[in-house]
């Protein structure tokens, strides 16, 4: 039997729910109402590259033997899915209609699976032994996580990088790298075989064939997710600087032995909350995949089109490292120069 699951944002949220939808299940994407009025009339595309495959293909939700729709957060009902995915940024979750949803959802007691950058606190709590109590001042607004249930709460790495190309509609993804997602299990053994059914699903999906890219592998290590941190930190933060933004890439490989020593810093306060050597990726695989990486992180090209607000996994990480008495210069660099141009771009909003 398909399940139902629910898609907190339509735009990189259609990546995974293009790949649910092709294995059978039936997805709701959450946006705003004009987004919705046009995927509900004309569907959603997912352009994607198979392995050996030189252009992309289109996948169309129209085609696909799951059903895509959309909605938005006033008309839809959590109890009626099996999985909820968070995947919009963690300040759009400020929205009034979006914290009320938030509401419904704990109320509703259905597993969640963020696909943020940024973990929202109940996953965090998880975590044995991390105190929570002085994290919150690193997001935008941490009392709407407050009436969640850790165990109803899981962790997936938004490790696929895919973006809405500017001249074509809000229905249109890019993938560009397709690599897997990466989620903890469930506190809650209901739950993680549900994310075993849906792994299993996604992987059976064959193309003309072929396999189809992005997968989900359920890891059993709640550390796993928080691979991504160090590539944060090294990476799409430092392209934001005092002056215009730079490329992934010359932020990682601009200055290679800072690099490699910020991100084994952050492994570190990865290794110290517990994870295991085998859950970090290995530097040298993070910096092969930057040498292709040429545009500036989204964080660094909200900044510079104004924007006042971002996730700031770069000060989560900061507190979380001051918590267990780790520090580093470069990682503060980082965190205050982010803090200055979101400043400033608050003088100019106001």
């Known amino acids: 039997m398909p399940h139902k699951v629910l898609i907190l944002g339509a735009s990189y949220g259609s990546l995974l729910g293009t790949k649910l939808a092709m294995a059978g299940h039936d997805v709701t994407l959450l946006c705003r109402a004009a987004t919705a009025a046009l995927i509900n ?18 996948l169309f939700s129209r085609d696909l033997p799951g059903r895509v729709d ?8 959590p109890a009626d899915y099996d999985l909820i995915c968070l995947a919009m940024q963690e300040p759009q979750y400020g929205d009034p209609a979006l914290r009320h949803l938030l509401n419904r959802t704990a109320k509703a007691a259905v597993p969640c699976m963020s696909i ?6 109940p996953y965090l709590k998880r975590l ?24 109803l709460m899981t962790l997936c790495s938004p490790d696929p990088q895919a973006f809405r190309p500017p001249e074509d509609k809000a229905n249109v993804l ?7 997602f990466k989620v903890a299990r469930f506190d809650n053994p209901d739950h993680d075989r549900l994310l075993a059914e849906l792994a299993a699903d996604i992987d059976a999906v064959r193309l003309d064939g072929h396999e ?19 590539m944060l930190a090294t990476g799409n933060y430092r392209c934001i600087t005092a002056g215009d933004p730079i490329s992934i890439r010359d932020a990682v490989h601009g200055d290679i032995d800072l690099s490699r020593e910020i991100y084994g810093f952050v492994n570190e306060i990865v290794s110290r909350l517990g994870a295991s050597p085998e859950d970090p990726v290995p530097f040298e695989k993070y910096a092969k995949a930057a040498e292709n990486l040429l545009k500036p992180s989204s964080a660094a090209r909200a900044i510079a089109g104004g924007a006042t607000t971002i996730e700031r996994v770069d000060k989560l990480v900061q507190r979380i490292g001051l918590s267990l008495g780790m520090e580093h210069p470069a990682l503060n660099v980082t965190v205050d120069t982010v803090d200055r141009k979101l400043a400033a771009n608050c003088v100019k909003a106001a």
């Open 116 to 121: 943020m950058n940024m973990p929202p606190l």
């Open 41 to 58: 009339d004309e569907g959603t595309e997912v352009r994607i590259r198979l392995k050996g495959e030189d252009a992309h293909r289109s």
């Open 212 to 230: 189809v890219p992005v997968k989900l592998r359920v890891h059993d290590s709640l550390y796993v997710p928080l691979a991504k941190w160090s």
């Open 174 to 180: 890019h993938v560009g790298l397709p690599t897997n």
């Open 128 to 151: 044995p032994g991390l105190d929570c109590s002085k994290l919150g001042t690193a997001y935008t607004d941490a009392r709407i996580w407050d009436q969640f249930d850790p165990a």
């Open 70 to 77: 959309a909605s938005t957060p006033e008309a839809v009902d």
